[in-house]
Structure formats: structure tokens, C-alpha cells
């Protein structure tokens, strides 16, 4: 129906022009490849932080406070960046000025937290003293920047990934698992190097009279860290290339061949909004499937969450019958477990490298993305269900001895590690999916409603970030109500994923096969 004025805006709609032509695969590899590079330094925090923690004196209930900046920089990081390089008028473009500025904070950040020892010894703390307040406050400010800069430098990777697919649906899902593939590498890389003890020896001195082999170890990885992700960004950014976008009809630039179009804005017909005004106008005016994508992202990370943080743990204490707090052979038998479940992790990377590779493969296997993803769901639910089985059979078959009067447990028998390990693997299949097919659904989606991608994919985050809030935060008192341990935590999970199925097969809306460019409107993240 036309009218006389002018149709009112969403506060997603960004443009309204034929969409971009999609570039090559070797850019969009090149972008992707950004992935394995953030992914490395997540690898290393993972494995190598928490016994940095405690080497600084960090007290254990702060120590939570600390993990949880992530969530809390993403919920709130990823939409302001997404806003912001929707509408960046930049002569680099929208998209590359933040990828560019979030890896030099990521570098900024590291050097910080490697060196917080060395600092904090240079401001005055006593190495004498088992807490050093100094190293503290360095380390909690380069941890929070570090967080910052990663949900900084993801969002906009995620959103030019969609631009450089242009219309092409395979492509954008080609897309985002080629960065699902990285992150894989990225992983597995980070626990391969966070697994090797003598890099410290590559630069001597890394080694300080308050940074021991352990600390300078850690300063080896992360100088490798930002060796890898500067290198991958400048290579993506020297090779791909935005037109500079502008708010005003026509005056977008023209850098050359082989660059992202330009798209022109409606937003200057109206009055500038503040930023949190467009969130809550963004969510507002959101169709029903992307309310369902978010629905099923969100019980799909509830599920998630759990496992993702304590799956070491678990392995340490129900699996190996150790205890962190034990006495040192229990102690031993948990880090043991830690190490067994380290290794867990690096075949779950593995598997979620070639899965992520096959993801186009078998969504047509399938019959679409949605069913792909509802079915994998079922399968994380049974893997976490499973983990119920393994304890149990863990703690029937568990052998004790005594040491000098103490009874302690033997290791759990090879079956029993290997079905823990078995479930590892198999979960590399479902967080294939998860990190590929719901960031696809949202370009596709934010797409046909002309919606700018960093705004849309921020919003996506929030149904990311919001979940592993509330599991870290009520995932402890919860287990406390069954008597503690993780599995209630995990049977949780697995109830999460079975839901999240459900709605994925019944609810999710199937993707249309790609349509003609002129007859779509396009846009130009975890």
C-alpha cells in the first residue's frame, strides 16, 4: 500500500538496494582465518590462566568475578560495536577499522597480562607475600580489555563475513563454517602450545626474578598468540577491501575492483536515535524467526555452558574420584583427570574442525540448516545425559588403596576413560553447528528485513552471553541443592538441548533457497 509519507523505519532496517555482489572463497577464508587467531589466545586462557591466577594470590571468590567479565563485555560490547560499524563512515570502510583496532587491544591486552607479574614486582609488590595486589590489578585490567577486544574484533569479523557473501545463502553459510573451522584450529593450536613446557627457552627473557618457568611459559604462548592473530588480520584486511559507507543516497566511494559495495542508509531520513533507544527498538520490532533463532540459541547455550565450564572438572572428580582440595595423591588423581580431560578437548577441536568443514554437506543430507541443527541438539542431549552413565560406571569400578594410612582411589579403568573421552569427540559434532548454523540463520534472516548485520549478530550475542550469565552464577548454588558435583548442572543441560531441538525441528522456520538479487534487500558475532 503506498502513502504520502515517508515508511517508518525498524530500528534493524539499515538500507534498501540491491545487495553487494559475494566475493571470492579466498576471502572469505581470509576473513575466516581471523577465527583461529582469537581462538588461539581463548585455547591458552583456558589452560594456562587459572594456575596464573593462583600464582598471583588471586583470592578463589574473586577469581569467579573475573571469568565472568566475558559474558558481561559481550552483552554489552558486541551491540555497540555492531551498532556502531553498521554506520561507520569511515574510508576503510565499516567493518575493518574495528577488526583492526580490536587486534591491537587484543595484543595490548596480552602483553599486560603476561608481564602483570614483572609489573606488578616494578610497582613495589613483595614476592616475599603470597597475594601481590600490584600483579592483581594489572592482570584484572588486561583480562577485562583482553575480553573487550575479543567480543570487539568477533562481531565485526562476523558481520563481513555476511557482507563479502553478498546474497548468496550457501555462501554465507559456507562462511560462517569455514569460521567455525578456525576456531577449531585455533584450539587445537592454543592446548598444543598450552600443553608444551619449555617454549619459555625460545625467549630467554621471558624469565624474571618474579615471572618463574611457569609464568614465563605463559608469556611465550601469548607472545605467539599475538604473532598469529596480527599476522592473519593484516593478511585479511590487506586483501579484502570495503567501499566507505555513507548515510547520505550516492556519496558512498569507489576504491576499485573486488570491493564490498556501498549501501545507502534510510537512517538519515530520520532523526538519530541514542543507541540503547535502538536495542530496545531493534527488539521490538524483530519477526517471529528471529525470536525463534534466539529462543533455540539460547536454550541451546544453556545446555552448552555447563559442560563448557566444567568438563576438566568433571573429568578430575567424578570420572578420576580426585579432589582439588584434597590431600596431595587426591589432589594429584584430580589433575591427572584435568590433563586427561585437556585431552578431551583437543580431540573435540579436532572433530569440530571436520565436521564444521561438512556442514553444507550434511544440512543437505538433512533436508535443511534447521533440521541439521534440531537434530545435533538431540545429540548434545544424549552426550550430556551420557555423562550421568560414565560417572556412574566410574564409581562402580572405583579401586582404593592405602598410602601411609590414607585410602585413596586408583585411576578408573580404560573403559571408563575412553567412553569419557568417546564423549568429548562426539560433542565436537553438535558445537560445529552451534558455532556456525545460528550466526548464518541471523545474516540470512537480518538480510531479507534489510537489517544491518553488526547490529543483528550483537543481538544474537545477547542470547549467548545472557545464558552463561545465569549458569555462572546459579550453576554452584543449583548443584548445591542435589548435594553437589556437576552433574545436576549437566542433566539441566541435557534437558536444555532436547528443548532446543524441539523448537529447532518445529519452530525454526526453513531457510528459501537463494532468490534473484533484485528482488531481496541485504545487509552490508561469541
Same mark, same amino acid.
Given at each position: 500500500?503506498?502513502?504520502?509519507? =515517508? ?43 587459572? *594456575? ?55 595484543? +595490548? ?37 583482553? /575480553?573487550?577486544? $575479543? ?9 563481513? @563475513? ?19 573451522? #578456525?576456531? !577449531? ?11 608444551? +613446557? ?5 625467549? &630467554? ?33 590487506? $586483501? ?6 555513507? *548515510?547520505? =543516497? ?23 536515535? =541514542? #543507541? ?8 521490538? /520490532?524483530?519477526?517471529? &524467526? ?22 576438566? /572438572? ?20 584430580? $589433575? ?41 541438539? #538431540?545429540?548434545?542431549? %544424549? ?24 585410602? %585413596? ?20 559434532? *553438535? ?6 548454523? =545460528? ?11 534489510? !537489517? ?17 550469565? @545465569? ?7 543449583? /548443584? ?21 531441538? +524441539?523448537?529447532?525441528?518445529? @519452530? ?11 528482488? +531481496? ?6
Amino acid at each position: 500500500m503506498e502513502s504520502g509519507e =515517508p515508511s517508518k523505519k525498524s530500528s534493524f532496517q539499515l538500507q534498501n538496494q540491491p545487495p553487494p555482489r559475494p566475493f571470492s572463497i579466498k576471502s572469505i577464508i581470509f576473513v575466516a582465518s581471523i577465527a583461529a587467531g582469537i581462538q588461539f589466545g581463548w585455547a591458552l586462557q583456558l589452560s594456562l590462566l587459572t *594456575p596464573y591466577v593462583q600464582l598471583l594470590g588471586i583470592p578463589h571468590k574473586w577469581a569467579s568475578l573475573i571469568w565472568l567479565c566475558g559474558p558481561i563485555s559481550g552483552m554489552l560490547v558486541q551491540p555497540i560495536v555492531g551498532y556502531h560499524s553498521d554506520r561507520c563512515t569511515s574510508r576503510f570502510g565499516r567493518r575493518r577499522p574495528f577488526i583492526a583496532a580490536g587486534a591491537v587491544l587484543v595484543a +595490548t591486552a596480552v602483553v599486560l597480562i603476561g608481564f602483570a607479574a614483572d609489573l606488578g614486582y616494578l610497582f613495589g609488590d613483595n614476592l616475599a607475600t603470597e597475594t601481590k595486589p600490584r600483579a592483581i590489578v594489572v592482570f584484572v585490567i588486561g583480562f577485562w580489555i583482553l /575480553d573487550v577486544a $575479543n567480543n570487539m574484533l568477533q562481531g565485526p569479523c562476523r558481520a563481513l @563475513l555476511a557482507d563479502i557473501s553478498g546474497n548468496s545463502q550457501k555462501k554465507t553459510r559456507t562462511a560462517n563454517a569455514f569460521f567455525s573451522f #578456525f576456531m !577449531a584450529v585455533g584450539n587445537v593450536l592454543g592446548f598444543a602450545a598450552g600443553s608444551y +613446557t619449555h617454549l619459555h627457552n625460545i625467549f &630467554p627473557f621471558t624469565t624474571t626474578k618474579a615471572c618463574d618457568v611457569y609464568c614465563a611459559n605463559l608469556k611465550s604462548c601469548f607472545f605467539f598468540s599475538i604473532l598469529l592473530l596480527l599476522t592473519l588480520t593484516t593478511i585479511a584486511l590487506t $586483501n579484502v577491501h570495503e567501499k566507505p559507507w555513507s *548515510p547520505e =543516497p550516492g556519496n558512498a566511494g569507489n576504491l576499485g575492483g573486488g570491493e564490498i559495495d556501498d549501501e545507502e542508509a534510510a537512517a538519515a531520513e530520520t532523526a538519530p536515535v =541514542p #543507541f540503547f533507544g535502538e536495542i530496545f527498538g531493534a527488539l521490538k /520490532d524483530l519477526k517471529r &524467526p528471529m525470536w525463534i533463532l534466539l529462543a533455540v540459541t539460547c536454550l541451546n547455550w544453556i545446555a552448552w555452558f555447563p559442560f563448557l565450564l566444567f568438563d576438566t /572438572d568433571w573429568m578430575g572428580r567424578e570420572v578420576y574420584g580426585g579432589d582439588s582440595q584434597g590431600n596431595i595423591l587426591v589432589l594429584k588423581l584430580y $589433575n591427572n583427570g584435568v590433563h586427561a580431560g585437556a585431552l578431551g578437548l583437543m580431540l573435540n577441536s579436532v572433530v569440530l574442525g571436520f565436521t564444521s568443514l561438512g556442514v553444507e554437506l550434511l544440512a543437505r543430507g538433512v533436508g535443511g540448516v534447521n533440521r541439521l541443527w534440531g537434530i545435533v541438539n #538431540f545429540l548434545l542431549a %544424549v552426550c550430556l545425559a551420557m555423562t550421568v552413565l560414565v560417572t556412574k560406571l566410574a564409581e562402580s569400578s572405583r579401586r582404593f588403596i592405602t598410602v601411609d594410612g590414607v585410602t %585413596v582411589p586408583l585411576p578408573p579403568p580404560a573403559g571408563v576413560k575412553a567412553g569419557a573421552l568417546s564423549l568429548f569427540a562426539v560433542l565436537g559434532v *553438535p558445537l560445529a553447528i552451534t558455532y556456525s548454523i =545460528p550466526f548464518a540463520m541471523a545474516s540470512i534472516f537480518s538480510s531479507s528485513s534489510g !537489517a544491518g548485520q553488526g547490529l543483528s549478530l550483537g543481538v544474537l550475542n545477547l542470547a549467548i552471553v545472557i545464558p552463561q550469565i @545465569l549458569v555462572s552464577l546459579g550453576s554452584g548454588p543449583f /548443584d548445591a541443592i542435589f548435594g553437589g558435583g556437576n552433574l545436576p548442572a549437566f542433566v539441566l543441560g541435557a534437558i536444555a538441548a532436547a528443548a532446543s531441538g +524441539t523448537f529447532a525441528l518445529t @519452530l525454526l522456520p526453513s531457510l528459501p533457497p537463494d532468490v534473484p538479487a533484485a528482488k +531481496t534487500v541485504t545487509a552490508g558475532f561469541h
